[in-house]
């Protein structure tokens, strides 16, 4: 698994009719974040309440991402990481992944990006009783503290920040990557779009 990062930008777009996925998702926060920084994340730094603001929003993503996959990658179900740290765990990370020095906002580990053109495993039984496997995607990694301070340059608030920085990870984690200027700014208009599909100021409970 390589570990690809970066990102930048905010929100905007359109979302269609997708069929639901399936999502089995780790979720870990750090524990020790100063109390302004949790009061402004709210539920999603939250190591109880946040694994299922989460779920329900990784899993809507998935879903209307879904059409643009590659075959390999569609599924009815899949299985990712999402940890939310300090700078100085995501540091360590860069250091031993990336050979670069400091924190930087995100890290993403995908599982499906080496071996994509091999010939797919043989499918699991399928029918009643026999839910499909998941696909493992990976891991996003994200700095808390690195994602403050853009929010606070940005002139976002930390939520629409983290948010996007998930949204950045996720589609690394499902293929896409910015090699160059054109490339990192279709992947940042793919970002917008998804998180166009977040109603302002929601609360993780049911809104899709």
């Known amino acids: 698994m390589n570990p690809i990062q970066e990102s930048s ?6 979302s269609g ?3 639901p996925v399936d999502l089995d998702l780790a979720f870990s926060a750090a524990e020790g974040f100063p109390p302004e920084l949790l009061q402004a994340c709210g539920s999603w730094c939250d190591p109880l309440t946040g694994e299922q603001a989460w779920l329900t929003l990784l899993a809507h993503w998935l879903a209307q991402l879904a ?3 590659p075959t390999e990658l569609r599924s ?3 299985s ?3 940890s939310l740290v300090n700078d100085a765990e995501i540091a360590a990370l860069n250091a031993e992944w990336r050979d670069k020095s400091g ?3 995100v890290l993403a580990f995908a599982a499906q990006d080496e071996g994509l053109d091999a010939a797919p495993p043989m499918p699991a039984p399928q029918g009643e009783g ?3 496997e998941p696909i493992e995607l990976g891991d996003i990694v994200i700095s808390v503290d690195t994602a403050s301070r853009q929010a606070d340059e940005h002139g976002y608030s ?3 920040e983290l948010l996007f920085l998930a949204s950045h990870g996720l589609l690394h984690l499902l293929g896409w990557d910015h090699p160059d200027e054109p490339s990192l700014s279709a992947m940042l208009q793919r970002q917008r779009d998804l998180m166009a599909l977040v109603p302002p100021g929601w609360d993780h409970k049911g809104l899709f």
């Open 80 to 82: 990712l990481g999402l």
């Open 103 to 105: 924190p930087t906002d």
């Open 158 to 160: 930390l939520t629409e």
């Open 76 to 78: 009815e179900a899949y």
């Open 67 to 69: 059409a643009e996959l």
């Open 130 to 132: 026999w839910p499909q």
């Open 17 to 19: 009719a997708a069929a």
């Open 9 to 14: 930008g905010a929100a905007e777009s359109t």
